[in-house]
């Protein structure tokens, strides 16, 4: 697993829970260090692209070996759920990032440029099959044709992973505008069901046809379905791609909602505070790419 990160720890103990990684933190990673060079340089006592590469010319070098794979099914140039085992061999709609793999392409210049470039076009043409119901919604995990893959610990159905898919979606239409006519026909369709539901008492969990699962996810101690500040989040962001006024009624509703726990003391850091953060980055016009601004050429010291 070297190049590889452990996808969840112990805040207290920093002991890890998991020694797995999961394929989309090394795209964060990656793409966010990719950014850093282009924005501050290498010289700076962090050469922030050789970081990037460590974590790529490591990726590349897993073969199968040991059960360790690409972050990426080679054969289907698409994402992985974790690059370990079985779980190579099936997906997680939230991973797939047209966006961060263009941004592979042009700046990682690790000689992997068209295999980027490809699973980006290959991520978008996913999209379509895994978003393909008349909501919108798709399924927390799939086989890579975008059908639904049952896992251990839930039927398959639109939850918590699923909510970031309408704000890469849209990262995507506002960063590179290549699959316009489509994302901006989904954009109608997810938001037009959520509001079929009430803009302001959506609830978080679906099956995919929009009726509610038999089986809820529990988040926290309770097992109830909420109407999520994360799924508000991105649906707010999933305005970026539509042509429709009204659809500003979900910005306006994310503006308005409270970053605070709910009234059963439930509240995530992540799904609901960095969703709200990211998804209020895109609506700013703050999240964008960083082109080059300095030389990339590490210090010669």
């Known amino acids: 697993l070297k190049g590889y990160f452990a ?11 998991s020694d797995g990684p999961a394929s989309d933190g090394e795209l964060y990673y990656v793409t966010s260090l990719l950014f850093a ?6 010289a700076t006592g962090i050469n922030y692209y050789q970081e990037a590469r460590n974590i790529l010319d490591a990726m590349w070098q897993k073969d199968g ?31 797939h990032l047209p966006a961060f793999l263009e941004v ?27 978003c393909s119901a008349p909501t919108g919604l798709n399924y927390d ?18 939850r918590y992973d699923s909510w970031r ?8 239409y506002t960063w590179f505008g290549k699959d316009r006519a489509w994302q901006q026909q989904y954009a109608r369709r997810f938001q037009g069901f959520l509001r079929a539901k009430g ?6 969990q679906f099956n995919v046809d929009g009726s509610r699962p038999d089986f809820i996810l529990p988040a926290g101690k309770v097992k109830k379905l909420r109407h999520s500040l994360g799924l508000v989040a991105t649906a707010a962001s999933a305005s970026l791609m539509s042509p429709d006024k009204n659809s500003r009624d979900f910005v306006r509703a994310l503006w308005n909602a409270q970053l605070a726990p709910y009234e059963d003391g439930y509240f995530d850091p992540y799904y609901d505070g960095l969703l709200y953060l990211f998804s209020l980055m895109h609506l700013s016009g703050n999240y964008q790419v960083i082109k080059p601004q300095v030389s990339r050429l590490p210090s010669s010291k």
């Not at 898919?165 to 995507?172: E, K």
């Open 7 to 17: 996808w969840s720890i112990n805040p207290t103990t920093l002991k890890r829970n």
């Open 37 to 42: 060079a282009n924005r501050w340089g290498n």
């Open 65 to 95: 070996t040991g059960d360790v794979y690409n972050l990426f099914n080679t054969k289907h140039k698409q994402i992985t759920f974790v690059p370990v085992g079985e779980m190579y061999s099936w997906t997680d709609p939230s991973y």
């Open 104 to 130: 592979w392409a042009e700046y990682a210049q690790d000689g992997h440029a068209q295999f980027y470039r490809d699973c980006a076009d290959t991520a978008r043409v996913f999209l379509h099959r895994a």
């Open 141 to 158: 995990y799939t086989e890579f044709s975008g059908q639904s893959h049952p896992t251990r610990w839930a039927p398959a159905a639109f």
């Open 165 to 172: 898919v309408p704000m890469n979606i849209a990262m995507d």
């Open 199 to 204: 803009l302001n008492t959506f609830e978080d």
